[in-house]
């Protein structure tokens, strides 16, 4: 039968490792992504951001990748850390449509990361 | 630092009955939205508003919703008959002028019964 809810895609690392989540897009049309992180019980933080004139961008610990050709997006964490456990967001935008243009977030991934 | 507040944090009512859910933005802050996310699911687009009107609405937003800025701090999104299937968190986000990235509230949990 059918399923009542989604199954987010997990991911388990060891402390000390380093964590890749991937997202795909679908709307050709969005030229800003976000990472955003949800810890339980609380609202999406944001990691980090790209635009889609760029295909990688750093930040601290963390590595964006965007590849426009097949509509991917990819977080790299380094040295992950148990504080890093959480689910993870793409979320992507029109930011050429009207101001303050909705974001589409994906499907989520929850990091675990084992001490 | 400044940061969206929402209250309450936790919200039961029975099918039926309305509800208002409220948010506070950051102060300087002109585009304002309203998300939600039921359990274990994604977070999804309700509405944005700008210039106390909407700007943008997704299929959810039905005639059942609502929101309005009552004043220059608050921002509330209303559910004016409750269904069990609106039972999910709600997330006020908002965006600086000139500004994209889009800061979150802490949400708000609703329980429908």
């Known amino acids: 039968g059918e399923s009542v809810g989604l199954h987010l895609p997990t991911l388990s690392v060891q402390e000390g490792d380093n964590s890749i989540i991937n997202c795909a897009y679908s709307?050709?049309?969005?030229?800003?992504f976000i990472w955003y992180k949800q810890e339980s019980g609380k609202g999406p933080q944001f990691i980090i951001d790209?635009?889609?004139?760029?295909d990688k961008r750093q930040g601290q610990r963390v590595t964006v990748l965007l590849n426009k050709t097949v509509k991917h997006l990819s977080l790299q964490i380094a040295a992950t850390q148990p504080g890093d456990s959480a689910v993870y967001f793409c979320?992507?935008?029109?930011?050429?449509?009207?101001?303050?243009?909705?974001?589409?977030f994906g499907e989520g991934t929850q990091l675990t990361v084992n001490p | 630092e400044p940061e969206v507040t929402q209250t309450p944090s936790h919200q039961v009512t029975q099918m039926g009955q309305e509800v208002i859910l409220r948010c506070v933005p950051i102060?300087?802050?002109?585009?304002f939205y309203w998300y939600r996310q039921i359990l274990g699911q994604k977070v999804e687009f309700l509405v944005s508003?700008?210039?106390?009107?909407?700007?943008?609405k997704s299929e959810i937003f039905d005639d059942q919703f609502s929101v309005e800025r009552p004043d220059g701090s608050n921002f509330t999104l209303k559910i004016r008959s409750t269904k069990l299937e609106d039972s999910a968190m709600y997330f006020c986000?908002?965006?600086?002028?000139?500004?994209?990235?889009?800061?979150f509230g802490p949400g708000t949990r609703l329980t429908v019964l």
């Open positions: 979320a992507e935008t029109a930011l050429g449509a009207t101001s303050g243009s909705r974001l589409t």
């Open positions: 709307n050709s049309a969005s030229d800003y």
């Open positions: 790209i635009r889609s004139n760029m």
């Open positions: 102060s300087n802050h002109l585009y």
């Open positions: 508003f700008y210039n106390n009107e909407i700007s943008e």
């Open positions: 986000a908002s965006v600086k002028r000139e500004g994209v990235e889009q800061f």
